[in-house]
């Protein structure tokens, strides 16, 4: 059981928006800690996707961004395609566990 | 280019003690603010953070798996090694090394989001 808090799975056609909550607590978002956001595609090591809340590493299409609020974070995909299938995580500290890094539970996304 | 490559026995048994090395390229460990860290993943389910070592030696543990966990670093060999002791089933799971880079450091300790990861490697645990 994570203490961030992801949708087992989220779906949406090609050329759709979806988006992905992360949804945390006072301990570790809410605390402040910044989220990372990773794309996990089928049988392959995950990928960063987002780090720092809303920035984009090189190379990642400007149809991902993220955002923070509050408690939870998201994670939005614009004109989707059907090559975002995958699996995406977040990421962020928590300080009741010291300020360990955790991972939040993983949304499979389904392009129809 | 930063690359990580996971090596070790695909197959343990209960009880056993689980040796992997990370062996990487592209960065050096004894650069301050550099780290490596290990995660792993069961089947089917999410990822775990294990461990962190960083440049000065500095050991960060899950505190879940504190008990179980040592990591260790050879600089001159890019290498860093990861022993998980007293395995079970419940440790079957593909366990990855990544190339962590800070965020941002305060306080005296580092946030750290993974930018560059290995292939994995998949070890069961049966008898």
């Known amino acids: 059981q994570s203490v961030l808090t992801q949708p087992p799975s989220v779906s949406g056609a090609p050329g759709q928006r979806v988006t992905i909550s992360c949804t945390g607590s006072s301990s570790n978002i809410g605390a402040g800690y910044d989220v990372h956001w990773y794309q996990q595609l089928p049988g392959t090591a995950p990928k960063l996707l987002i780090y720092g809340n809303s920035n984009r590493p090189s190379g990642v299409p400007d149809r991902f961004s993220g955002s923070k609020s509050g408690t939870s974070a998201s994670l939005a995909i614009t004109g989707l395609q059907a090559e975002d299938e995958a699996d995406y995580y977040c990421?962020?500290?928590?300080?009741?566990?010291?300020?360990?890094?955790?991972f939040g539970g993983g949304t499979k996304l389904t392009v129809l | 280019q930063i690359t990580l490559k996971e090596s070790g026995p695909t197959l343990v048994k209960p009880t056993q003690t689980l040796t992997l090395t990370c062996t990487f390229s592209g960065f050096s460990l004894s650069t301050s603010g550099v780290g490596v860290g290990w995660i792993r993943q069961p089947p089917g389910k999410a990822l775990e953070w294990l461990a962190l070592?960083?440049?000065?030696?500095?050991?960060r543990y899950s505190p879940s798996l504190k008990s179980r966990l040592t990591i260790t670093k050879d600089t001159s060999k890019n290498q860093v090694v990861l022993t998980m002791t007293n395995m079970d089933p419940v440790d079957t799971a593909t366990y990855y090394c990544?190339?962590?880079?800070?965020?941002?450091?305060?306080?005296?300790?580092?946030?750290?989001?993974?930018?560059?990861w290995g292939q994995g490697t998949l070890v069961t645990v049966s008898s």
């Open positions: 990421q962020s500290y928590d300080s009741s566990l010291s300020g360990w890094g955790v």
């Open positions: 990544a190339h962590p880079t800070p965020l941002y450091c305060s306080g005296g300790s580092c946030y750290y989001f993974f930018d560059y």
């Open positions: 070592i960083y440049w000065n030696d500095d050991k």
